[in-house]
């Protein structure tokens, strides 16, 4: 009797703004250049189902291992060569930066990461996006097994239920929407302020987009991490060094700061001296930094008007009640699909047949798409049709015209064939 392959086991190790300072982050991120280089290293540890999601505010490898201690150490090795810091200090010290999950806990923190609730700013719209595309970039390179695909295919719909049954998803469009609104307050006409972003972080990001789509023109991107002038690049905003930071706030009209170095990037000095140079026309200053990026002494100054975090959501929402009963729905999603998860699961088996029948789908469908490269959709499915269902009409004939080979109720085959594709179609032998 064949045995079955148990099925690899959830693995979660990252960094995230609640573990670790942006510095150590940078370091360890992962740009396009390295992606090959670190499945290639998962690889050869024995890890093929992995995937790979770097932001500003996360640095995880979320994947399925038959042996998850040894993935977990190859991820944390990659990671401390990543960034030479002396882990095994920083953990005596009770300061970790890298943490590690399995099973039902790295499966709840692949939905709650999907469905923006691990998010420094909850809600914000970006990260499910990221997800996915971290997800195609896993497929493309070929670490996509079941288990890992399975758990994402629940997470996006974990995370499609808590953006249309809370107003979680709603927060951080409110935001913005209300930062665009004091822009006009102050500012009147948007397509002549100069929108200095400060700092990487998704929220200030989600901002700065909606003052451009709001018609802002003049978008200025500046920051402490290396990843700032390629991603001003990406997202087509004009590089200020970091070093001309002062030059930068003496032109911007609204600033918008998410750092995280847990000092304050404008300070009350230098803000001064910007507004001199400004001859005290107005600015407006959104900080929406955890730690602050922005000095409150600031808001004394003649002519800059500085708003943080609860400042915005208090123009933007009615009382934080509503936001923490939100949250709590959402996490009551979450929770409620990793029970089913894991009641799946434990019934999981891979039966090396289920294997072998994926593997010929995708065969089929690569054999198709080969040879023939012009089809349209609509005949590439036709003929991908055509291809899956001769072997099995083959044999459905062959067996019902050899009696050495139907089985003693000649019912039973079209009995599992609808069960096992889900269809309706009359049994021939009901009919006379």
Known sequence: ?????????????????????????????VDEESVPLIFDQL?????????????????EIQGAADNTSAAIATVRKIFTERAPVDVQALTAQGDNPFYDMTGAVAARQIFAVASSLDS????????????????????????????????????????????TETVIGRRPVSIAAA??????????D?????????????????????????????????????RTESTARRQGRTFVPFEELEAALAQADVVVAEVGTGRYMV?????ESALRKRRRRPVLLVDVGAPPDIDPAIQELDGAFLYALDDLESVAMQGRASRDAAALTAWEIVDLAVLNWERQAEGRTVDPAIIA?????????????????AADAEE???????????????????VSEDATLATSDPKTMMYWVRRLFGVDAPDRTDQD
Not at 142 to 163: F, I, S, T
Not at 192 to 220: E, Q
């Open 179 to 188: 930062t665009a609104q004091l822009v006009r307050d102050i500012h009147g």
């Open 267 to 271: 300070s009350e000095p230098l803000m």
């Open 43 to 59: 690889r050869r540890s024995g890890v093929t189902q992995a995937l790979i999601l770097s932001t500003c505010d996360r640095v």
């Open 120 to 163: 420094h700013i909850i809600g914000e719209p970006q990260v499910l996006g990221q997800v996915k595309e971290s997800h195609r970039q896993s497929r493309s390179y070929g670490m996509v097994g079941p288990e890992l695909d399975d758990v994402l295919q629940a997470a996006y719909n974990v995370a499609k239920r808590v953006r």
């Open 190 to 226: 948007m397509s002549r302020t100069t929108v200095l972003v400060l700092g990487l972080g998704d929220m200030a990001n989600i901002i700065g987009d909606h003052l451009r789509d709001a018609g802002a023109v003049s978008m200025l991107l500046a920051g402490p991490s290396r």
């Open 380 to 398: 590439a499915t036709r003929l991908l049709i055509n291809r899956l269902l001769h072997a099995p009409s083959r044999v459905m004939r062959e």
């Open 1 to 29: 009797m064949e045995t079955r392959k148990k099925p690899a086991s959830l693995f979660v190790v990252g960094a995230n703004h609640r573990s670790s300072p942006i510095g150590l982050r940078d370091r360890v991120f």
């Open 357 to 373: 029948l994926r593997s010929r789908f995708e065969t089929a469908r690569e054999a198709v798409l080969s040879e023939h490269p």
